[in-house]
């Protein structure tokens, strides 16, 4: 008996052996922390986190390789998605670069303390201060404004203002982004009702009424559109708009005379980063006259005021709301909850 | 040998333990202490809460529909095809898999372009907007999933009725007995045993089902648990105490009803099979019920398999969405662009192929050592073995992958697994073990023991005998297995959305992302090509187990 038992003790030892290397193995994969480097000669990894526009990422990306040579492990995803991505990996935290599509999610995570401060990024003077922290916990290298997005085959007398929107001859015509997954549709709730006070809800409630539908993210809301199921998108996001316009498709857009919101595309740090100098130089070539040309050219807004856009308004020229940004980062959560109440009843 | 035995034992059913059934358990715990405080009643606060209640009830509501959907499509297709001259068409088996091999996600957006207004159906038939308003509800989502579940019940319902021995109808019909009051005391009662777990499994998988909620659902503002499981893991803010509860709901339901499917299969099954040869009765057809049978399957094939794949094939090759089904309008950019080396959608496209062709590999070889050891589940070790290994399969997806999510990125998981390549192929392996355990343990109880007895008597040693004997025996089921294990690989969405490591992509995600943020043709166009893949391996797997029918008898 005791024989038996010493066998298998042996052999349970082998087999916890093997299942250690086979663990070890897969080990293997995980990114090791770079060791720093110096600033001139970069090397290693870098993991960024980016909301869309997918191809702009893509292309930040691509440049940003050629450049430093740093292989970046790039995660595309809604910022609702990468918001719930670093929330759920707080333990053991991978992003080293977070670009969101929201800037009181930006500010948030800053007073959180997940940011690193980089106040000596280069051409950080040139960015619309508005939108952007002085102590370099976050960036807005390009902003998008939200506005009407309406098929042109069906709208012949495009509205004028979001109230329009609540008359009975757009009734279940219209689409709205869900906040939880695009953070620009965030960014307009909040701002319109940091703007409107409590009152602002009438209006969600009323379009609710005429059955306006919370469709997903930007793209989904804006495709039935574009093929003509429905005719509108309230807080669409422009450059989507537009790059669909520039193909052909049959949709434009137009900025509500009251005002809109613009929503800043910010992009932070994090303080767990273990590929600090790496992310640095990320955040320069995003303020670099390079991104920023690949900006226009995605038909976002430049974050740079030095970079002009051709053939569509500037950020300076578009009328915005004068929105709150301290109660717009305060009440971001509560806000996206009431509206998805609203809207999924 | 004993040894080895009992170790193998032990082993697989502590790696089980480890793999399946300890992230189970972690789901209902982190569902009990919602606040880090124990509160037993936790999971049942979602029968209190407004929204979560309504949501259970979605899901309830969903799944009972779709049972119904489905019995409507299946019953009379599957009479037809065992009990007329109809059925010497067995290619028509083949084609009647098609859309069930079609992933839901794919299948809804093609609904939707089809029938959405200024869709591809009112592109054709202007007239028909009137009913795009009529689709766009609970029921046109209880089509589309009944069209998707078809063909499970059919082939449930069809293999009844072939058992159903014709001396039994005949004799009623000697008796007097009309057809239809055959079909109602005869024929009804020897399928219901059958019937009630095909329903069940339809049920159980309706309620387990992602991908239609998430494209359709979403549509028509209809949530379920499934998709607000997602929603509450994957978008911001996350609850996953609340996620929890309902993944607990959901498990709980799903095992209750797989309960009760085996108590109904226990107490209703009557002797069908005598040994004595008999043919199942077949009702020769008139001329213009034969050319009812063929308009009904046709019609079928249409709606089930047409519609869909239209739409995702003419979306592929759009040049502009809003530009309508004009021949100038047709490009194969799309796919240029898409096949394009280096571009990311290729990357995604390879992602897949290697991860499946690395899960199909591992599971064939797990899943078989698990087979072996399960034999004819005699022993209870064996049948503990059995029934973990077919647990993924029982569990809903999304559920299985909390679980994995809760325990491999624990603070305390001193394996770091998560976020890495490794998981992937884990999370894969854990959820398609089921498949090939399935397939070689059918082949292998087919399989007489004197085969195994002659080997050894003659002095070969066990592994020879395994080697010469069990392994060539088994191979059929093998392949089969791991061709089933790489197409369902290449389709799997929920799993990958929520397991895959930030920088990768696989196709499914890759044409979701495409759905709710890119460009919807680049995701049809990669819809197109995994759907064909799909359909290459469907082929091969039926090519292989007709030809194991010749093989082994």
């Known amino acids: 008996m005791t024989l038996l038992n010493k066998r298998l003790k042996k052999r349970l030892i082998m087999v916890m052996a093997l299942v250690a290397s086979i663990s070890i193995i897969s080990c293997g994969t995980i990114p090791k922390p770079a060791p720093a480097t110096a600033e001139v000669t970069l090397s290693g990894k870098l993991t960024v986190y980016s909301a869309g526009p997918n191809d702009l990422a893509t ?13 970046v492990e790039m995660f595309q995803g809604t ?65 998008s404004a939200l506005g009407i997005a309406y098929n042109t085959k069906l709208v012949t007398n495009p509205p004028k203002d979001w109230t329009d929107l609540t008359k009975p001859e757009w009734k279940d015509q219209i689409n709205i982004p869900d906040p939880a997954l695009s953070g620009s549709a965030a960014d307009f709730a909040t701002g319109y009702l940091s703007v409107k006070g409590d009152s602002g809800w009438d209006l969600f409630k009323q379009l609710k009424s005429n059955g306006v539908l919370m469709a997903g993210a930007n793209q989904e809301a804006l495709d039935p559109v574009i093929t003509g199921a429905k005719s509108m998108v309230i807080a669409s996001v422009d450059y989507m708009t537009y790059q669909a316009k520039a193909k052909g498709e049959p949709v434009d857009l137009i900025y ?24 640095k130089a990320f955040m320069d070539y995003l303020l670099s006259d390079e991104v920023q040309k690949m900006v226009a050219d995605a038909y976002l807004l430049p974050g740079r005021s030095d970079v002009k856009v051709q053939g569509r308004p500037s950020a300076s020229e578009i009328p915005t709301l004068k929105v709150n940004s ?19 009843k | 040998m004993n040894h080895y035995k009992r170790f193998g034992m032990t082993l697989a059913i502590l790696l089980l333990l480890m793999l399946v059934v300890i992230p189970l358990f972690f789901i209902f715990l982190t569902s009990i202490f919602p606040n880090g405080s124990l509160n037993l009643a936790a999971p049942l606060r979602i029968f209190i809460d407004n929204d979560l209640r309504e949501t259970f009830f979605n899901t309830i509501l969903l799944g009972v529909l779709v049972v119904g959907g489905t019995t409507l499509f299946a019953l009379p297709l599957a009479w037809i095809l065992a009990k007329t001259a109809l059925r010497k068409h067995e290619w028509l088996d083949v084609l009647i898999m098609i859309p069930f091999m079609t992933p839901p996600y794919i299948g809804s957006m093609g609904w939707i372009l089809f029938m959405q207004p200024k869709g591809y159906f009112e592109q054709f038939i202007p007239s028909s907007s ?61 399928l219901f045993s059958s019937y009630a777990m095909g329903a069940l499994l339809i049920f159980v998988k309706s309620i387990s089902e992602f991908g239609a909620p998430a494209t359709f659902g979403r549509r028509i503002g209809y949530y379920v648990i499934t998709t607000e499981i997602q929603k509450y893991t994957s978008s911001w803010p996350i609850d996953f105490s609340k996620a929890t509860s309902l993944a607990t709901v959901l498990l709980s339901t799903c095992l209750i009803f797989w309960y009760v499917s085996s108590l109904i299969s226990r107490k209703f099954t009557y002797n069908t099979i005598s040994g004595k040869g008999s043919e199942g009765k077949i009702y020769v057809l008139k001329r213009w019920q034969t050319w009812l049978a063929w308009i009904y399957i046709i019609a079928l094939l249409a709606i089930a398999i047409g519609v869909p794949y239209f739409s995702i094939l003419v979306a592929s090759i759009m040049k502009l969405r809003g530009g309508g089904l004009v021949w100038q309008n047709f490009t194969l950019i799309h796919y240029e662009k898409l096949l394009a080396w280096g571009s990311e959608s290729m990357e995604a496209l390879m992602n897949s192929l290697s991860l499946s062709l690395i899960v199909a590999t591992i599971c064939v070889i797990i899943g078989t050592v698990f087979a072996l050891a399960i034999q004819k589940s005699r022993t209870w070790p064996q049948r503990i073995i059995d029934l973990f290994s077919l647990l993924p399969n029982t569990v809903p997806g999304i559920v299985m992958v909390v679980g994995l999510i809760i ?55 066990m ?53 709710e943020q890119g460009d919807l043709s680049l995701g049809m166009a990669m819809a197109v090509i995994s759907v064909g893949l799909t359909i290459v391996m469907l082929l091969g797997i039926n090519k292989i187990s007709s030809k194991r029918k010749w093989s082994i008898e």
């Open chain 1, 326 to 344: 301290d109660w717009m980062i305060a009440n971001q959560k509560s806000v996206i909850q009431k509206f998805t109440d609203i809207f999924k």
């Open chain 1, 59 to 71: 292309n930040i990306q691509k440049g940003f390789e050629k450049k430093t040579g740093v292989q």
């Open chain 2, 130 to 190: 009137k009913l795009s308003p009529y689709f766009f509800n609970l029921l046109g989502m209880v089509l589309i999933m009944s069209l998707h579940m078809l063909p499970l019940l059919y082939l449930i319902l069809r293999n009844a009725l072939l058992q159903v021995s014709g001396s039994i109808e005949d004799a009623a019909f000697i008796h007097g007995g009309k057809a239809f009051y055959v079909f109602r005391r005869i024929v009804l009662p020897l």
């Open chain 2, 407 to 461: 325990v491999w990125d624990a603070p305390w998981m001193p394996i770091p697994l998560y976020n890495t390549y490794g998981m992937v192929v884990l999370t894969y392996v854990i959820f398609f073990l089921p498949y090939t355990v399935q397939y070689v343990k059918a082949n292998y109880s087919q399989i007489d023991e004197s085969l195994f007895q002659a080997g050894r008597v003659l002095g070969g040693k």
């Open chain 2, 463 to 515: 592994f020879y005998v395994l080697r010469r004997i069990i392994l060539p025996l088994l191979l059929p089921s093998l392949l089969a297995g791991w061709m089933m294990t790489f197409t369902i690989s290449i389709r799997e969405l929920v799993g990958a959305l929520m397991i895959l490591p930030p920088a990768m992509q696989t196709s499914a995600t890759y044409i979701y992302s495409q759905f």
């Open chain 1, 79 to 143: 910022t609702g998605k990468i918001l719930a991505r670093l929330e759920a990996e707080k333990a053991k935290p991978v992003a080293d670069v977070v670009v969101l599509a929201s800037l009181p999610s930006a500010q948030g995570l800053m007073k959180s303390g997940m940011t690193l401060p980089y106040k000596e990024a280069k051409n950080a003077d040139k960015l619309f201060p508005q939108w952007s922290d002085q102590d370099g916990n976050y960036y807005s290298y390009s902003l």
């Open chain 1, 256 to 279: 509500p005379a009251e005002g809109t919101v613009i929503s800043p595309r910010p992009a932070l740090i994090t303080k767990t980063s273990n590929n600090v100098e790496n992310a």
